[in-house]
């Protein structure tokens, strides 16, 4: 297959319950690269327009479950797994989905806006 | 910290011995994404410039090791730790080093170069 046109980076990376900032897993990232991925293969889009791929760590754990876009060079933050169809939408049409899209102050934690709440622990994957 | 300028994506994929297109992890891509995390901060480009991850299936698997340098969109491939302090010059420099780009036959198994031999089981880490 050829290289795809996007690459979706998908952080699943998880910290210990309790560290303040979280992490992406701790909200459900690795359910969201589940689905975004069958999501991609459904709609025909995954043997040439975007894969995805989970990733390590990318430093704004604050702003998690993020995505990083590439080439285009954006992250989707605060991503749940309502939003993976508008994802999906936007990238089958070359838009993106503006109000996920993380803005400069999101990168530092101290001027980012609110984390999603992480889910109860035990609590059953979101669907 | 800011967005990085860059994010290099290190698939560290792990498929069973014998599988006949290998894998990332199999030539050795684990240890590469912790050589090229700790030669980016050696260097003062963790915080500004670069930012190394580690990935999951990139599907380019007998090209492997391969990073995904982006948002340039890019990807080396057939990287040995060897390499890692070139990548990292070419990086602080702005260039890249075109022998490890994988150009558009590398992407797909039956058009591409051959793969870097796996090290024996048991060898010792690459350093």
């Not at 690459?7 to 560290?19: A, E, Q």
Request: positive net charge; hydrophobic residues 40%.
């Amino acid at each position: 297959m050829p290289q795809r046109k996007r690459y979706l980076f998908v952080c699943v990376n998880r910290r210990p319950d309790g560290v303040p900032k979280g992490s992406c897993a701790q909200r459900g990232a690795e359910g969201i690269h589940v689905q975004l991925k069958a999501a991609l293969a459904e709609r025909g889009l995954a043997k040439v327009e975007a894969r995805a791929c989970s990733a390590s760590c990318l430093d704004v754990c604050w702003a998690g479950p993020v995505i990083a876009v590439e080439p285009d060079g954006y992250f989707y933050g605060r991503v749940t797994p309502a939003d993976v169809p508008e994802i999906v939408d936007a990238l089958a049409s070359g838009r993106r989905v503006e109000r996920l899209v993380l803005p400069p102050e999101d990168f530092t934690e101290a001027t980012a806006a609110p984390p999603l709440p992480a889910p109860p622990r035990g609590a059953p994957p979101q669907a």
